[in-house]
């Protein structure tokens, strides 16, 4: 072996050890987040089976199913054929390995304290944003669909299209998919020790620099969302209201008054709504926010621990990522010395 040769080959050899050492690291680091992981699930399954209850109260489940009901007889969209597939796959031996990204639909993925609130919100947004599958990645919207080079629906792969028709279904008309890869996102603080992870908006100020009469609270905080909603949703660690629903509602005022809201004009810049009906689009919505159970009686404790578990599963698969790479790396400086040998 010639001398050169020799040192491209210890080169190589330092390289791949570099390599290897950050892959046993990783897989180390991976087996404890694993670890730890499971000892607070179960530590969450001893609080399930000595409390019967979860994170939502007892109370919440009747109008969730309500929202879904609704959603499932409207059986020519796709928000109510996702649903049906999703309650029908066991039955059905149906392949649903394509909607692994989606979260579910606008609608069903959170609750307000009341049922005025819930409809005028919903009125505001509309129905077919309020049926909008949201997915988590862009990878996630195009296995919803897939298309062939003329642009038509390819009904030979999977897709959203093939399972409905797979059980004598169909989907009539467009439907709309928000990812939250794309959306502009809040970039404010949240407010301090709220568990749900409020955001820290300030309040409208009139010209003489005072909170105008009868203002409630921005949409967006008036939302209730499920703890696995609130954070290490997307791929950076984000929640969906600083997302999601920022992206929908912005800062919409919420007012007490239709006359309240009309003197607040002069502070108003993404428009507001008011309990007596003011500013509604006049748009009969039948798919609502189901209504939240009040005050949960779910310890801190229990919310914290969701959330480290959240937080560990996201940063399993960020390390599960970095270990790829590292073998991808790995076996693409392998292949070229041996195309150089």
């Given at each position: ?30 087996n404890?987040?694993d ?30 199913e ?23 796959h ?5 392949d649903?390995?394509?909607?692994k990204?989606?979260l ?17 919100m ?12 949201v997915?988590?990645?862009y ?23 093939v ?16 990812c ?30 005072k909170?105008p ?13 499920d ?6 949703v997307?791929?950076?660690g ?7 629903f ?13 006359a ?61 990522a ?20």
């Open positions: 072996m010639s001398k050169f040769a020799l040192d491209s080959f210890c080169s190589m050899e330092s390289i791949n050890k570099r390599h290897e050492d950050n892959l046993k690291f990783l897989t180390t680091q991976a404890q987040l670890e730890t992981i499971l000892d607070l699930q179960v530590s969450l399954g001893k609080y399930h089976s000595s409390n019967g209850a979860g994170t939502n109260g007892a109370g919440s489940s009747h109008t969730e309500e929202t879904r009901e609704k959603i499932l007889k409207l059986e020519n969209s796709a928000a109510g054929v996702l649903y049906w597939l999703n309650s029908h066991a039955t059905q031996g149906l649903l390995g394509f909607t990204d989606v579910g639909v606008v609608a069903t993925l959170a609750r307000v304290e009341d049922d005025n609130l819930s409809r005028l919903s009125e505001y947004l509309g129905l077919e944003t309020m049926l909008a599958i997915c988590r990645t990878e996630g919207v195009k296995a919803l669909e897939k298309y062939d080079e003329e642009g038509n629906i390819n009904n030979s792969t999977t897709g959203l299209h399972a409905a028709s797979a059980v004598g279904m169909k989907i009539i008309g467009r439907f709309l998919v928000i939250l890869e794309d959306l502009g996102q809040y970039a404010g603080e949240f407010v301090a020790d709220d568990p749900q992870k409020k955001l820290a908006i300030q309040k409208p100020k009139l010209p003489n620099g909170c009469d009868g203002f409630i609270d921005y949409a967006v905080n008036l939302l209730s969302l703890s696995r909603n609130l954070s290490f997307t791929s950076n984000q929640g969906l209201r600083e997302t999601l920022y992206s929908l509602l912005s800062r919409l005022q919420i007012y007490k008054t239709r309240e809201m009309l003197q607040a004009f002069a502070c108003i810049t993404d428009g507001a709504l008011s309990l007596d009906g003011g500013m509604i689009k006049n748009q009969d919505v039948e798919v609502k926010f189901p209504l939240a159970s009040g005050k949960t009686n779910v310890p801190a404790e229990y919310i914290e621990c969701e959330d480290r578990i959240r937080k560990m599963k996201w940063e399993r698969a960020n390390v599960a970095d270990m790829r790479r590292i073998q991808e790396l790995m076996n693409y400086t392998r292949a070229n010395f041996k195309g150089q040998a």
